[in-house]
């Protein structure tokens, strides 16, 4: 017992010997110029063709075999000296055969010889052959037979331009010949779902689709025809095809049929006629994935918008955009059970369009996201995450195009569309606000847009209602919180007042953040709280910040890492304070050396009390200048060194850290550079003698890390002195 | 008993022949063996003139009773062998009693005949012209000898050629419209047309045209009809859905068609049709037979 495809092959093998059988007496025929015979055997040839048993894979297979075989008899069928009848009387005599699959086969074979002939104009031959192959009206055998017809008859078009275009406006002769053989083959093409063996819906549909492209091959014909002109085609062939698009009323045609219009025509057609091509849309099938043939227009329209600047004029002339935007909406309105990933599909075709093509329109923007708002809000819960991935992207969108949150800020429908996010979603979106305003180290100036932008990321500002607060992975938490203090310091005005407004509204948000969240956000919002209190001149208010920070060290901070972070912190924060007056500075800055110098380690004590040295020294206009203090701080770090090196001796027998000494070679040469009188070029000497003897010293061990320290240290110190200039005549002093 | 003779060979031959013989169109003609012979065309009205030559054999005397020659036109019935109806019978004496010694040549001539009807070689009947030469003998059998020939009569195109053109269907199955562009057509005619399908419910398979012969002979009770399907041309192939028109285009020429012959001497008619058949896939066959006239046209032959 055979199964279907042992059948199949059967069925093809013996249809492939019937071919090869007669095809052999008809080449026997044809190289003894008999005509008769040749006819006997092409058409005992062409009836293999008639079989009924094969799907249509293993049908073209056979037909292929058949094709070749009609090139060879239409070498013969030309050349009138070797059988002596004329192309008319051939077309005649063909046609007396009995069966119709062979006689048309002929027919068309010989019609192709009869138009390069010129024996009869080429239009009355392809209307002839065209109406004639209506007699096969079997799906598959008369899909291949007319894309025989439309391959042979591909060259011989009256085109414009072509050496068979007549006198008067054969064009369109040859638009509705093509246009004829299209709407014939799509009936075929179509009534193969409701003819034929009866089967599963899925096989057939499949096999439909194995023969789609013959039935596409006539738009990619009509698209070649030179003389389909812009004005031809909106009068002409697009209504005619629509027509039949449209009449057809099967999804599957409809689908592929309005994909290859797009596909084929050029673009700038598509624009011009833009409003019959998609009203043709709402009158597709319900089934018909409407959508995708949308989307796959306006991706074809905003490449061409951004290929050249040149062709934008045109999308304004013709409203491209309120055209798009109203078939989408009645195409939403007409399809209720669209998927609601199908309808955020389909607003994303459309911003990136209007992005593209409209840049400057912001409007145009929010248009789309409140359209998909509308539509969102009649969905209860988005749960598919397909089209979560979608509305993610309709944001991203607008933030990859500006590259400025500030302007996506004064989208009124931005935030609504967040809304419908879930809460793991709502966090991403908030997550890639935030690495964009980041990465385009955008400031945000005003309180109005700090305002919406929290609102935009209230995900990570507190715990929303309903969120499984177990689920949280505590590493990605982390990293939310850091980049929300990150985003903190991106909201600046030198605007005292309005400053004051943003820290206000900061904190109204961050304040609801809980336990968990407050550790991340608070020091940035304290940080950028001192900082405008630094820019308006209240000292007092500065003043209580450090207070509090001191006795937070003092009375909290017990663990001695987070000291020494803490510390850095405070000195490098009073570093850049310039509201507080001489009494204040100093309480301050005595207070941060002195803690500087008890903190546990020798090397902590001595890297914060050579940082406290710039507390004497801000590189500013007027940034105070204190060289004397300076040094001291200096002096101090190196005596403190130098007792850590004994310490090490002591403890271990062995060397202490000699890089420390090179940490502070770099301190003095930085300040040495910028001009501190109390740093002299003979310290400096005596600062790297010290370090080379401490360096040979037996006892120290080989450091190679700090061997390479000092090496490239001395090697800048050459650098400059063979500089030259003013840097050159300062280094000359130091020997090395 | 003629043949009798011609066992004994007789003692002269006799030739017939056409005086215009070597320009006339010659057509082919099926004899009774079953071989095809290439003999002379006329039609009615023509003057049938030539020659009998009879020659006798080796200086033999011929002694006879007058010669002459008839023009024959014969309906032979098959079922009724044997006898032949003469509707034409012209006889020309040619020489009066006596004795022939040598070659003898006897002009002939039939001026204006009336042939009215067609030679026809049928199933169950043959019409046929002869001329017969005959050579009257006492006591011994006469000499015969024939010779055959075709009339062909053309007629001019009808002046009055409808269309034929007709709705036909199975109530609630299958509707449709044909329409053949004439109902008569000459030999190497074209059949133009269409076929639209009105309404269809029946998984068609295909369809075809057939051209189908009535050949009736006799009359009354003993009436002998064979019908003979002379083409059969496919016209469609698969399903169509309802308001598919589909073309008919036959070519006539390749098939051996006569004009219709109507009550040919009240012994036979031969009337054609065409018949219209529709298969479905249980190859059921539905058809409509069409009677449509044909006509020997002389431009077109």
Known sequence: MLNGTEDEEKWLAEGIAGIQHN??????????????????????????????????????????????????????????????????????????????LPRLYLLCTVGSIYIKSKEAPAKEVLKDLVEMCRGVQHPIRGLFLRSYLAQISRDKLPDIGSEYEGDADTVMDAVDFVLQNFTEMNKLWVRMQHQGPGGVREKREKERSELQDLVGKNLHVLSQIEGVDLEMYKETVLPRVLEQVVNCKDDLAQYYLMDCIIQVFPDEYHLQTLETLLGACPQLQPTVDVKTVLSRLMDRLSNYAASSADVLPEFLQVEAFSKLSNAIGKVIEAQLDMPAVGAITLYVSLLTFTLRVHPDRLDHVDQVLGACVKKLSNIPKLEDSRAMKQVVALLSAPLEKYNDIVTALTLSNYPRVMDHLDIGTNKLMAMVIIQSIMKNNSCISTADKVEVLFELIKGLIKDIDGADVDELDEEDFKEEQNSVARLIHMLYNDEPEEMLKIICIVRKHTMVGGPKRLPFTVSSLVFSALRAANGCDIEHVAYEFFTQAFLLYEEEIADSKAQVTAIHLIIGTLQRMNVFGVENRDTLTHKATGYSARLLKKADQCRAVYACSHLFWVDDQDGIKDGERVLLCLKRALRIANAAQQMANVARGSGGPVSLFVEILNKYIYFFEKGNKQITSSAIQGLIELINTEMQSDSTNPDSVADAFLASTLRYIQFQKQKGGVMGEKFESIKL | ??????????????????????????????????????????????????????????????????????????????????????????????????ELYERKTYPFEFSTVEMPYESYNGVNVRLRYILKVTISRNYVSNIVEYQDFVVRNYTPPPSINNSIKMEVGIEDCLHIEFEYSKSKYHLKDVIIGKIYFLLVRIKLKNMELEIRCRESTGSGPNTYVETETLAKFELMDGAPVRGESIPIRLFLSPYELTPTYRNINNKFSVKYYLNLVLVDEEDRRYFKQQEITMYRNLEAS
Do not use: W
């Not at chain 1, 015979?37 to 094969?54: G, I």
């Not at chain 1, 075999?65 to 090139?71: H, N, Q, V």
């Not at chain 2, 002379?40 to 049938?48: C, P, R, V």
């Not at chain 2, 054999?57 to 003469?86: A, C, P, S, T, W």
């Open chain 1, 23 to 100: 095809a052999f007496y008809m080449h026997r025929a044809l190289d003894s110029n008999n005509l008769r015979e040749a006819l006997k055997y092409s058409a005992q040839m062409l009836s293999e063709l008639r079989t009924s048993k094969l799907s249509p894979h293993k049908y073209y297979e056979l037909y292929m075999r058949a094709f070749d075989e009609l090139k060879r008899l239409e070498l013969f069928f030309k050349d009138d000296s070797k059988h002596g009848v004329s192309v008319v009387d051939l077309y005649e005599l063909v046609q007396h055969a009995g069966n119709i």
């Open chain 2, 1 to 98: 008993m003629n043949y009798l003779v011609g066992a004994f060979k007789p003692p002269c031959n006799i030739f017939i022949s056409f005086t215009d013989g070597r320009s006339r169109k010659q057509v082919p003609l099926k004899k009774e063996n079953g071989k095809t012979v290439m003999v002379a065309l006329f039609q009615s009205q023509e003057n049938i003139v030539g020659e009998v030559v009879i020659e006798p054999i080796h200086g033999k005397k011929v002694e006879h009773n007058g010669v002459k020659i008839e023009l024959l036109g014969q309906i032979e019935l098959y079922f009724d062998r044997g006898n032949f109806y003469d509707f034409t019978s012209l006889v020309r004496e040619l020489d009066v009693p006596g």
